[in-house]
């Protein structure tokens, strides 16, 4: 039965994840006069964390990406249901004089400028292509952020799992060296929670931790992009969904 099952990979194995977390812990102990547990643990797992955060990276990129192109096509549609139904209307001439589309607001520049093509007859051979370039754009981003999104939760997950499995070790470890007088201290609920619940945090940390330094950078470039292309607007909605939200 043993036969049948893949050997497990030497980074994989409990001994070489707990001596690492002790070689670790112990250059800790070294170098700091308040060593920290979760400092150790953090650094020692840092070389595998790298490709992990960059992933999920690239699922915020992708998705951010998503909505600006699903921004562009829609705003190809509304200015395409609102001005081809009226070609020769007075008031699609005056359109580009209104005072509204003298604010630097880049969202009504686009609505204004693909009303101006769909009005000149030239939406076969302009808006047409562009249209599904962003529709493109929209399903490669989709795919991206899918594999992104799966990788990450599966690369987390497996450090997580590391960091669990070395810290049983260094639990195991101790308790070898401690004293009959230290062990009898100690009760054995006290460890079996050391070693269960209290150890699974660490893996939960691992999982969801990325997103303490990925979410502001997300919201920044979020709310940048918002600043450019709504302008004002989107404070009101901004302040509304707060408002909502509050009640």
């Not at 170098?31 to 690239?58: C, E, H, K, Q």
């Amino acid at each position: 039965m043993e036969g049948d099952l893949p050997q497990t990979p030497k980074p994989e194995r409990a001994s070489a994840l707990y001596e690492s977390l002790e070689s670790r812990w112990q250059h800790e102990l070294q170098r700091s006069l308040s060593p920290s547990f979760a400092r150790a643990l953090f650094f020692n797992m840092l070389p595998a964390l790298v490709p992990a955060g960059l992933t999920a990276l690239g699922n915020s990129t992708a998705k951010i990406a998503q909505a600006l192109a699903l921004g562009y096509v829609a705003a190809t549609q509304i200015c395409r249901a609102w001005l081809l139904p009226f070609p020769a209307s007075p008031q699609l001439e005056a359109v580009p004089t209104l005072p509204l589309l003298q604010t630097p607001g880049k969202l009504v520049n686009i609505l204004a400028r693909r009303g101006e093509e769909a009005s000149s007859g030239e939406e076969a051979s302009d808006i047409e292509p562009e249209m599904i370039a962003w529709a493109a754009a929209i399903a490669v981003t989709s795919v991206v952020a899918l594999l992104c999104h799966q990788h990450y939760f599966f690369m987390a997950d497996r450090i997580g799992l590391r960091a669990r499995v070395a810290t049983v070790g260094i639990l195991f470890h101790k308790s070898l060296r401690l004293s009959m007088d230290s062990l009898a201290q100690a009760s054995i609920g006290h460890v079996v929670t050391l070693a269960s619940s209290d150890v699974e945090k660490f893996q939960l940390s691992f999982v969801y931790g990325t997103y303490l330094w990925l979410a502001p950078l997300e919201v920044i470039v979020v709310l940048t992009i918002g600043l450019n292309v709504v302008r004002c607007s989107m404070w009101a909605s901004r302040g509304w969904g707060q408002l909502t939200l509050a009640l």
